[in-house]
């Protein structure tokens, strides 16, 4: 079973910046897409960016410029660097990979349990 951890997250002011991690465990396992999603204060869950295995990124429109998401395969690990923050980036950041053991072929959503951003004078 593969676990997702999220840390990074915390009290920034506006324009500020910080970098979120996502760390992924388990054993024989394989990661494919991974993705940050977010969710704010009474809205729903959106996606903000993806990247493949490969390293393609893809980032929704309100964070391209100001988002970098990366990740080290051999680490197991997804990153997203967020400069500019905003107030309106405030949420909740959830790590998402599809995921299945290295004996199985069929990939599985796991998401990690989050890790609160707040942008704030």
């Known amino acids: 079973q593969v676990q997702l951890v999220e840390s990074g997250g915390g009290l920034v002011q506006p324009g500020g910046s910080l970098r979120l991690s996502c760390a992924a465990s388990?054993?024989?396992?394989?990661?494919?897409?991974m993705r940050w999603y977010r969710q704010g204060p009474g809205k729903e869950r959106q996606l903000v960016a993806s990247?493949?295995?490969?390293?393609?990124?893809n980032y929704v429109e309100s964070v391209k410029g100001r988002f970098t998401i990366s990740r080290d395969n051999a680490a197991n690990m997804m990153y997203l660097q967020m400069n500019s923050l905003k107030p309106e980036d405030t949420a909740v950041y959830y790590c998402?990979?599809?995921?299945?053991?290295?004996?199985?072929?069929?990939?599985?959503?796991?998401w990690g349990q989050g890790t609160l951003v707040t942008v704030s004078s």
């Open positions: 388990g054993s024989m396992f394989v990661i494919n897409t």
């Open positions: 990247i493949t295995n490969s390293g393609i990124p």
């Open positions: 998402y990979a599809e995921a299945r053991r290295a004996t199985e072929l069929s990939y599985l959503p796991v």
